[in-house]
C-alpha cells in the first residue's frame, strides 16, 4: 500500500520542495494526499503551491481541522507552514512527522533566524530536517547541513543561501525520510556543544529600532540583519520619528 503524505508549506522554499517531493513520490510507493498552505508576502510570478497543486490535482485543504478529517495520512512534512501544530495534528501522522526548519539547531530555533544570525555575528549557518514535537523546533534531528556565513553577510543573502541548502538537504534525503532511513539525534544532547536559543516572531521589531550612539560595527550588523525589502526597513528615532536605514543598493 501506498505511504499517504500531507505537505504543509509556503513561500518559494514550499514550492520548491513541494515541488522535488511530487516529483520523488511515483518511485518510492507514496503519493501526495493533500496540502495546506497559505499566501505569503514573499510568493510571486507563476510558480505558487497553489498553481502547483491546481496542475497536479491534489487536494488543498482550507484548515488544521479539515487536515484532521484525511482518512489516512502516513507522513507530514512541513516546510515554512504558518500555524503551530498541536499533539492531536501530530499523531494524525501514524509514522513520522517533519519539519524543514531553516536555520542550525538547536542554536537558532523559532522565527527570523537569519536576521539574529548576523546580529549574533555568527560564523556558521545551516538547516535542519528534525522530528515535530510541540515543543517549537525542539524535535529530534534527522539531518542537517551547514555552511560558512560570508563576511559582511545581509540578511537576504543569508536567506538566500539557505533556501538553496534547504531545498538540496530535502533533495538528497527526500526518499531516507519517505523510507524511514534515519537515525535521531536529540538536540538535548547537542546543547552543551552548540548552545541554543529561541526568538519569538516580534523580536525582529526591537533588533530593528538602532540608537545612533552604538559602535559602528553594531549599527552594521544590525543594518544587514534587518534589511530586507518588502518588509519595514531598520531605523533610529530622530526627534521622535523614524528614520529609516538602509544600503546603497
Known amino acids: 500500500m501506498k505511504k499517504k503524505i500531507v505537505f504543509m508549506g509556503s513561500k518559494p522554499i514550499g514550492y520548491q520542495c513541494l515541488k522535488k517531493l511530487l516529483e520523488t513520490v511515483p518511485n518510492l510507493n507514496a503519493e501526495v494526499v493533500g496540502v495546506l498552505t497559505t499566501k505569503n508576502k514573499l510568493d510571486a510570478g507563476e510558480e505558487t ?34 500555524k503551530i501544530l498541536k499533539q492531536v495534528h501530530i499523531d494524525k501522522a501514524q509514522e513520522i512527522a517533519i519539519n524543514l526548519h531553516m536555520a542550525p539547531l538547536p542554536e537558532y530555533r523559532g ?38 556565513i560570508p563576511a559582511d553577510c545581509r540578511v537576504k543573502q543569508l536567506y538566500d543561501l539557505t533556501v538553496q541548502a534547504s531545498v538540496q538537504l530535502f533533495e538528497d534525503n527526500l526518499a531516507n525520510l519517505i523510507q524511514a532511513n534515519y537515525q535521531r539525534t536529540t538536540q538535548q544532547s547537542l546543547e552543551a556543544e552548540r548552545g541554543s536559543s529561541y526568538h519569538f516572531r516580534h523580536e525582529i521589531n526591537d533588533i530593528k529600532q538602532i540608537d545612533l550612539s552604538w559602535p559602528a560595527d553594531k549599527i552594521d550588523r544590525h543594518i544587514r540583519a534587518t534589511h530586507f525589502p518588502p518588509f519595514e526597513p531598520p531605523y533610529a528615532m530622530v526627534n521622535g520619528k523614524k528614520v529609516y536605514l538602509s544600503f546603497d543598493f
Not at 502547483?52 to 484525511?70: G, N, R, T
Not at 522565527?111 to 529530534?140: P, R, W, Y
Open 49 to 82: 503551491i497553489y498553481k502547483l497543486c491546481q496542475q497536479q490535482e491534489i487536494p488543498i485543504y482550507p484548515s488544521l481541522k479539515d487536515y484532521l478529517e484525511i482518512p489516512q495520512v502516513d507522513i507530514v512534512i512541513s516546510v515554512q507552514y504558518h
Open 111 to 148: 522565527c527570523n533566524q537569519f536576521s539574529f544570525a548576523i546580529v549574533d555575528d555568527a560564523k556558521v549557518f545551516g538547516t535542519t530536517l528534525h522530528k515535530m514535537e510541540t515543543a517549537i523546533d525542539g524535535g529530534d534531528i534527522l539531518f542537517e547541513s551547514r555552511f560558512p
